[in-house]
């Protein structure tokens, strides 16, 4: 089963749970009805801030919809052990390619994440509850956050209040990020 299956399925289950129509967690959640059904379907992968929204909007953390097993502390990620968790947030041709780096520590607060951003003319903001840290690791990211546009080179880094509407892009071929996501449940 594949990561995208997964979350759907996880998604779906705590909605129902709750008693909850796909139309009031689009409503809770502020997002499309389409999205909604295109996650619990498996179709689509949603970007991290989507995850953070749906976890808010069914009263959960967001590694519930990441997590597949327990690990012990502390939690070690080798470079040549991470794992894509999808191969993007925009279907076969998107731009993020995800790398969890706290997948199976049950009790964490934040959401590391190792980011591979793929260049990308389309700078869609998005906004949720939280905040992010992010360490550019190679190549060149563009920041937009609020009216504000940023270049970021290797070593760069940034911590900003995720409710901000933002975008984060490669600014040339391609960047490699670490993003640390914290998201109050």
């Known amino acids: 089963m594949s990561a995208t299956d997964k979350l759907g399925k996880r998604v779906r289950m705590y909605r129902e749970k709750l008693g909850l129509t796909a139309e009031e967690l689009s409503t809770n959640s502020g997002l499309s009805l389409r999205l909604i059904n295109d996650i619990e379907d498996g179709k689509t992968y949603p970007p991290i801030g989507s995850i953070i929204k749906l976890s808010r909007a069914l009263g959960q953390r967001v590694g519930t919809f990441m997590d597949d097993q327990f690990e012990k502390d502390p939690l070690i990620i080798r470079t040549d052990g991470r794992e894509e968790e999808t191969s993007s947030h925009r279907g076969a041709d998107g731009h993020y ?89």
Not at 105 to 132: C, F, N, Q, V, W
Not at 146 to 158: A, N, P, Q, R, T
Not at 171 to 178: D, F, V
């Open 97 to 185: 390619h995800y790398y969890p780096l706290g997948k199976g520590k049950t009790d964490r607060h934040m959401e590391p994440l190792y980011i591979r951003i793929e260049a990308d003319e389309k700078e869609e903001l998005s906004s949720h509850e939280g905040e992010e840290f992010i360490l550019v690791m190679s190549g060149e990211i563009k920041l937009i956050y609020g009216k504000e546009v940023h270049i970021l080179k290797k070593g760069d880094s940034v911590y900003y209040n995720s409710l901000v509407p933002h975008h984060l892009g490669s600014s040339k071929e391609h960047a490699e990020i670490l993003a640390v996501i914290y998201a109050p449940v």
